[in-house]
């Protein structure tokens, strides 16, 4: 598990929510949830994401899953709940929620009501720093319309606002030109289907999907990508090709009933969205259905 110093690196699951058949929160569930993953050898998870369907709760109710996760956690197991919202102030206010309720960090996208300039997002990071948890950046450009390139996330960190980045564009490129102009910032896998290449070029952590489904075989490949052991790269590349139709479901728009689908099929709780999101249209479910059968009758789990 992550170390007290930093508890934001290994692998932190974007947990799915689940739900009642009325679509009101299963607070036990998600207890049970967090326990099941921390049995399965994650370090932490990463409460309220996009996986968590954030947006469609209730202030009450984001506040109790965050407060639910860091009750179920055992003993170093981290919990970094994202405080995205649309004002400075709101995600401000989650991070002292956060820090109130026992949080370790925090995941923070930058402004995401509009196409914010630099100037903007320095000042969103510096009010979140204030709550006085470290806070790790999640670059989403496709999200949020702002990217945080290499060059403003070593602003940001040099100035002591972040720890880390979440680091979802897919171009494995940055993580070089990262590690160039902020050496010591911490470089976080952002997308399932890109973990490979970033545990090469450096990665210190994962902000996870498809743990949610199959933890014990995504923290072994995990290990593996990380090690930096030249011997360990066979065995994590002949998992990775195994594990790749299905992980690369998380970088999809469905990827929140993908992996929720995938979770039912794996015999753990998925179950249904809340709206805007809709039900997988059948052609979709058939693909991730035999994507997530090919994996199961491989043995992984």
């Given at each position: 598990m992550t170390t007290s110093a930093t508890p934001w690196r290994g692998i932190h699951v974007a947990t799915a929510l689940p739900f009642a058949d009325d679509l009101s929160v299963d607070y036990d569930g998600f207890a049970e949830h967090v326990r099941f993953l921390a049995e399965g050898g994650c370090d932490g998870v990463t409460p309220n994401g996009s996986l968590g369907e954030y947006q469609t709760l209730t202030s009450q109710e984001r506040a109790r899953v965050v407060e639910t996760a860091v009750q179920a956690a055992p003993p170093g197991f981290g919990v970094m709940p994202g405080v995205a919202a649309y004002g400075?102030?709101?995600?401000?206010?989650?991070?002292?929620?956060?820090?109130e309720a026992g949080a370790?960090?925090?995941?923070?996208?930058?402004?995401?009501a509009y196409r914010a300039p630099r100037e903007a997002v320095v000042a969103h990071y510096r009010e979140v720093a204030k709550a006085g948890l470290p806070v790790v950046a999640y670059n989403n450009p496709f999200d949020t319309k702002v990217d945080l390139t290499p060059a403003l996330l070593a602003e940001l960190y040099h100035e002591g606002l972040i720890v880390g980045v979440k680091e979802f564009t897919g171009d494995v490129r940055r993580a070089y030109e990262i590690a160039e102009l902020a050496p010591e910032l911490d470089l976080l896998i952002g997308a399932d289907d890109v973990l490979l290449e970033?545990?090469?070029?450096g990665a210190v952590g994962w902000i996870a999907g498809y743990?949610?489904?199959?933890?014990?075989?995504?923290?072994?490949?995990?290990?593996?990508a990380t090690s930096g052991d030249p011997a360990d790269l066979p065995e994590a590349l002949r998992v990775y090709r195994d594990l790749h139709p299905l992980l690369r479901w998380?970088?999809?728009?469905?990827?929140?009933?993908?992996?929720?689908?995938?979770?039912?099929?794996?015999?753990?709780?998925?179950?249904?969205?809340?709206?805007?999101?809709?039900p997988l249209a059948p052609e979709l479910v058939a693909r991730i259905t035999a994507d997530t059968e090919a994996v199961l009758e491989k043995g992984y789990k």
């Amino acid at each position: 598990m992550t170390t007290s110093a930093t508890p934001w690196r290994g692998i932190h699951v974007a947990t799915a929510l689940p739900f009642a058949d009325d679509l009101s929160v299963d607070y036990d569930g998600f207890a049970e949830h967090v326990r099941f993953l921390a049995e399965g050898g994650c370090d932490g998870v990463t409460p309220n994401g996009s996986l968590g369907e954030y947006q469609t709760l209730t202030s009450q109710e984001r506040a109790r899953v965050v407060e639910t996760a860091v009750q179920a956690a055992p003993p170093g197991f981290g919990v970094m709940p994202g405080v995205a919202a649309y004002g400075s102030m709101e995600a401000r206010r989650w991070a002292d929620q956060a820090a109130e309720a026992g949080a370790t960090s925090v995941l923070l996208l930058p402004p995401n009501a509009y196409r914010a300039p630099r100037e903007a997002v320095v000042a969103h990071y510096r009010e979140v720093a204030k709550a006085g948890l470290p806070v790790v950046a999640y670059n989403n450009p496709f999200d949020t319309k702002v990217d945080l390139t290499p060059a403003l996330l070593a602003e940001l960190y040099h100035e002591g606002l972040i720890v880390g980045v979440k680091e979802f564009t897919g171009d494995v490129r940055r993580a070089y030109e990262i590690a160039e102009l902020a050496p010591e910032l911490d470089l976080l896998i952002g997308a399932d289907d890109v973990l490979l290449e970033l545990g090469l070029a450096g990665a210190v952590g994962w902000i996870a999907g498809y743990p949610n489904m199959i933890p014990q075989s995504t923290t072994r490949l995990y290990r593996l990508a990380t090690s930096g052991d030249p011997a360990d790269l066979p065995e994590a590349l002949r998992v990775y090709r195994d594990l790749h139709p299905l992980l690369r479901w998380d970088s999809k728009p469905e990827f929140v009933q993908s992996i929720k689908l995938s979770m039912d099929l794996a015999g753990r709780r998925g179950g249904a969205c809340r709206p805007p999101r809709l039900p997988l249209a059948p052609e979709l479910v058939a693909r991730i259905t035999a994507d997530t059968e090919a994996v199961l009758e491989k043995g992984y789990k």
